[in-house]
C-alpha cells in the first residue's frame, strides 16, 4: 500500500520522478480518492460553470477576447480552482467529457456575444489527454457548428509539456485545426521545458508570456530584457 501510494505521486509529478512513502501520503492517497468520486458526482449534478476573463489590447484598451476560464462550485469545498481539480480529472479520464463540455458552452458564448455586437474570440485550455485524442478536431467542429461560429474565433492554448511530447499524429491534428481556421497558441511560454523546436514544427499563433515574467518588469531589468526577446520572437 505504502508503494502504491508512493508511486502514484511519482506518476502524478511527471516522468522521471521519485517519491519515497512518506507518514500521511496513504491518507493523501485516500483523500484524492475521495476528491475524484466527488468530481464525479459534480459532473452529474452540473457543478461546473465557466468564467470568461477578458483580453484587452494594449494599444486602444479594447476587448479584443475572452478566456473561458472553468470553475468547480461545490457545496462542500466551495469554488475550487482549475489547478486543484484538472489533475484529478485527467486521472479519473473524465477530462475527454468536461473538455468537450467546455468548448460547447465557451463557443455558444461567443456566438452570443457577437449577437450582442461585440466582435471578439474566445480562448479555451485543452489538456494534454484531449489532444492525445485523435478525434479531438471532430469534437471542436462540433462545438463550432453548434454554437454557429467560425473556427477563427477559437484559440485553443496549449502547454509547452503537451507540444514537448506530442507525437506524429499531433502534428497532424493540429493541421487539421489549422485548416478549420483554429487558431493556437503556447500558454505559459517559458515556465516549462522550453524547446525552440516545435515553435517550427507546429502552427502556432500566439505564446502567452507567463506571469511570473510579466510580474517583475518594473523592478527587474533582466526581466525586461526577456519579455522584450519573447515579444520579439512572436512577432517574428
Known amino acids: 500500500r505504502q508503494a502504491t501510494a508512493a508511486l502514484k505521486l511519482a506518476r502524478r509529478d511527471g516522468s522521471g520522478s521519485i517519491r519515497f512513502h512518506e507518514t500521511g501520503l496513504l491518507a493523501e492517497t485516500r483523500e484524492r480518492v475521495l476528491l475524484v468520486t466527488q468530481i464525479r458526482q459534480a459532473w452529474q449534478d452540473r457543478e461546473f460553470r465557466l468564467e470568461y476573463q477578458p483580453i484587452n489590447s494594449i494599444e486602444t484598451g479594447e476587448v479584443v477576447g475572452v478566456e473561458a476560464l472553468l470553475r468547480w462550485d461545490s457545496p462542500e469545498l466551495g469554488t475550487v480552482m482549475p489547478g486543484e481539480f484538472i489533475p484529478l480529472a485527467e486521472e479519473s479520464g473524465l477530462i475527454a467529457e468536461l473538455g468537450a463540455w467546455v468548448l460547447v458552452e465557451a463557443a455558444q458564448q461567443c456566438a452570443n456575444f457577437q449577437g450582442s455586437g461585440l466582435d471578439i474570440n474566445v480562448s479555451v485550455n485543452v489538456a494534454a489527454q484531449q489532444l492525445a485524442a485523435m478525434d479531438f ?4 467542429a462540433a462545438a463550432l457548428t453548434s454554437a454557429g461560429i467560425s473556427g477563427e ?12 511530447y506530442a507525437t506524429g499524429s499531433t502534428l497532424e491534428l493540429l493541421a487539421r485545426l489549422e485548416g478549420m481556421g483554429v487558431r493556437l497558441a503556447v500558454d505559459d511560454f517559458g515556465t516549462g521545458y522550453s524547446s525552440f523546436a516545435y515553435l517550427h514544427q507546429y502552427p502556432l499563433d500566439r505564446l502567452k508570456i507567463d506571469r511570473s ?6 523592478e527587474r531589468p533582466a526581466a525586461r530584457s526577456i519579455v522584450s526577446a519573447m515579444i520579439d520572437l512572436g512577432h517574428h
Do not use: M, Y
Open 137 to 140: 478536431d471532430q469534437v471542436v
Open 213 to 218: 515574467f510579466v510580474a517583475g518588469l518594473t
Open 153 to 164: 474565433k477559437l484559440i485553443l492554448e496549449l502547454t509547452e509539456s503537451a507540444l514537448l
